[in-house]
C-alpha cells in the first residue's frame, strides 16, 4: 500500500482531462499465477515493492527497499499521439544504514515505451531507465539500481507461495467497498547478491518481503495516510497490518493477516489491528512528527498478541520534494520474533492521491 505516494509525481505529467474508465477493484476475483506477477495496465495504479534487511561483510545489517510503480494517468485513451503518456512508470530506492543515521535514497521515471520503461503483461518485467525488476523461469526475482550513493543487485528466491491478502487477494482500504486493492506478499525471500558504495562492491544476504497491489481507488473518507508494516517472523510466520489514518489520527480503516508457521492464515476485520505509538522522532528538514516505535497489537483467536516495532534508527524519513514526491517514513524495523519494514505516510502532509 505504501508504494501509492508515487501517485503524487502525477503533477509532472501534462495530461489531459481524463476520460479513461478505470476497472474497479470488487471481492471475488481469481488470482493466477504467474499472471499476477505482471502488469495490470487497465488500473490506475500498481507496484512492485520490496524491503528487507542484508547482512555487510562487517557483521552488520542494513535496511533496504526497491519499488516499481505503475500509472495510467487520466488522459484520452483515443488520443493517437504516440508520446501521449498511457503508462507512466516511476521507480524509487533506499538504503538505511544505522551508522550513517540518515537515508540514502535515489529515483527513476519515465514514460512507458522508447525504450525508457515498460512493465510487462503476464510475468514480473519491470524497467525505468537503466534500474529493472524481472522474474526468471525458475521463479526467482532478480532486481538492479544504481543511484549515486549506492547499488544494489539482488536476486530473491521464494521459499513460501504467494499470501493472498485481504479476502482472497481483495483487501479493502476504507468503508466503502470500492476503496480498496488487489494485494498478495511473498515473505521470506532469500537475498543473495551485491551492495556498491564508494565503488567497493562487498556481497550482501539477507531476507526480504515482495508486496504487489494494484487499485484505481485506493484512499477516500477523508483518509489522509497510514501505518503499514510488513514482518519477517522468525519461526516461518509472516505478519502484514496496516490502519488508514484521517484528521486527527482517527483510525478510518484496519486490517492484515498472520500467517503462522504451520502455514495456516488469520485475517484481521478492522477492529483486530491497534498501532501505540511508544517514541516519537520529529523531522529537523520537515518538522513531521512520526511514531517511529510502536506497539503493534493484533487480536487473534487465542488471544491478543503484541509486537514492538523498533526502527534500526529513527531518522528514515524519506524527503523526495526534489523529484516531485512527497515526504514520508519508511524504515527497517525489529521486534521480538522477527523484523521487517514500518511505513508512515500522511505526517508531514496529508496525502492526496
Known amino acids: 500500500m505504501r ?3 508515487a501517485l503524487a509525481s502525477l503533477v509532472l505529467i501534462a495530461a489531459t482531462p481524463a476520460t479513461t474508465d478505470y476497472p474497479v477493484v470488487r471481492p471475488g476475483a481469481r488470482f493466477s499465477f504467474p499472471r499476477e506477477h505482471g502488469a495490470h495496465p487497465a488500473f490506475r495504479t500498481e ?10 561483510a562487517d557483521g552488520r545489517d542494513l535496511g533496504f527497499q526497491i519499488t516499481f510503480f505503475r500509472t495510467t494517468p487520466g488522459s484520452d485513451p483515443a488520443n493517437p499521439s504516440r508520446f501521449a503518456p498511457k503508462q507512466v512508470l516511476f521507480a524509487h530506492a533506499a538504503l538505511s544504514d544505522p551508522r550513517l543515521g540518515h537515508l540514502l535514497h535515489g529515483e527513476r521515471a519515465a514514460r512507458a515505451g522508447f525504450g525508457l520503461a515498460g512493465a510487462r503483461i503476464g510475468d514480473t518485467d519491470v524497467r525505468v531507465q537503466d534500474w529493472h525488476i524481472r522474474r526468471l523461469a525458475d521463479g526467482r526475482f532478480v532486481t538492479k539500481v544504481a543511484t549515486p550513493d549506492f547499488a544494489l543487485a539482488l536476486t530473491l528466491t521464494p521459499h513460501q507461495p504467494p499470501l493472498l491478502e485481504g479476502r482472497d487477494g481483495y483487501s479493502q482500504k476504507g468503508p466503502r467497498p470500492e476503496q480498496a486493492s488487489y494485494y498478495y506478499s511473498i515473505p521470506h525471500l532469500a537475498v543473495t547478491g551485491s551492495l556498491t558504495r564508494s565503488r567497493q562492491v562487498q556481497p550482501v544476504t539477507g531476507q526480504a518481503w515482495l508486496d504487489r497491489e494494484w487499485s484505481s481507488d485506493y484512499l477516500g473518507g477523508g483518509a489522509i495516510g497510514w501505518d503499514w508494516t510488513g514482518l519477517n517472523l522468525d519461526d516461518g510466520g509472516a505478519l502484514m497490518a496496516f490502519r488508514i489514518r484521517g484528521s486527527g489520527g482517527k483510525q478510518v480503516w484496519a486490517g492484515g493477516s498472520l500467517r503462522r508457521a504451520d502455514g495456516r492464515v488469520v485475517r484481521f476485520a478492522p477492529g483486530d489491528v491497534r498501532f501505540d505509538p511508544l517514541k516519537q522522532w520529529r523531522s ?24 514492538d516495532l523498533n526502527p534500526l534508527f529513527a531518522d528514515q524519513e524519506l524527503d523526495a520534494r526534489r523529484s516531485g514526491m512527497p515526504v514520508y517514513w519508511e524504515g527497517a524495523v525489529r521486534t521480538s520474533g522477527g523484523s521487517g519494514y514500518l511505513e508512515l505516510t500522511g505526517y508531514a502532509d496529508p496525502l492526496k492521491m
Open 3 to 5: 508504494r501509492m505516494v
Open 47 to 56: 507496484w512492485w515493492y520490496v524491503t528487507g534487511l542484508v547482512k555487510i
Open 284 to 307: 529537523p528538514r520537515t518538522g513531521a512528527l512520526y511514531p517511529v516505535t510502536q506497539r503493534l497489537s493484533i487480536r487473534l483467536p487465542e488471544g491478543v498478541r503484541r509486537f
